[in-house]
C-alpha cells in the first residue's frame, strides 16, 4: 500500500527539483540541455494527474467507511488508530496537492524558458539582420 505514496513523493521530488534547476539563475549552459529533458518528461509525468486523482478518491472512500469514533464507544487504542488514520489521510492530501502543483509549476516554466529562449533567438536574428 505505501509504494503508491512512495511513487507520488519521489515523482514530486524530481518535479521540484527540475522547477529548482530551470529556475536557478547561473546555469545557462545547463539550461538548454534541462529544458530538453524536463520537456520530455513533461509527458510521462502527465500520468500523474489520474493517479493523484485515483489516491485522491481512495482517501475519500477511507473517510467515508472509516468507523467513528465519538464519546465513550472507544477504547483508548481505537481512538488513537482513529486519529492517527486522520493524520496520514491529511499527509497524504498534502503530498498529492504538492504533486499537482508542482506538475503545474514545471509545466508552467518550461513553456515560458522555451518562450524567452524563442523570443532571444528572434532577438539575435533581427540584429545580425540590422
Not at 549552459?29 to 530538453?36: K, N, Q, T
Not at 529533458?37 to 478518491?57: D, E, G
Not at 496520514?88 to 524567452?116: D, G, H, P
Request: positive net charge; proline residues 4%.
Amino acid at each position: 500500500m505505501a509504494l503508491k505514496w512512495v511513487v507520488l513523493g519521489y515523482a514530486a521530488a524530481a518535479e521540484a527539483i527540475m522547477v529548482i534547476l530551470l529556475t536557478m539563475p547561473g546555469l545557462d549552459g545547463l539550461r538548454r540541455g534541462l529544458i530538453a529533458v524536463a520537456r520530455k518528461l513533461l509527458k510521462p509525468f502527465l500520468a500523474i494527474v489520474p493517479f493523484c486523482f485515483f489516491l485522491l478518491m481512495e482517501i475519500y472512500w477511507k473517510y467515508k467507511t472509516r468507523p467513528s469514533c465519538y464519546g465513550d464507544s472507544c477504547t483508548p487504542s481505537d481512538h488513537l488508530r482513529h486519529q492517527k488514520s486522520i493524520m496520514k489521510s491529511q499527509r497524504n492530501a498534502l503530498l498529492i496537492a504538492s504533486a499537482l502543483t508542482f506538475y503545474w509549476i514545471l509545466y508552467s516554466v518550461t513553456n515560458l524558458v522555451v518562450r524567452i529562449e524563442q523570443i532571444n533567438l528572434r532577438d539575435e536574428r533581427f540584429r545580425n539582420r540590422v
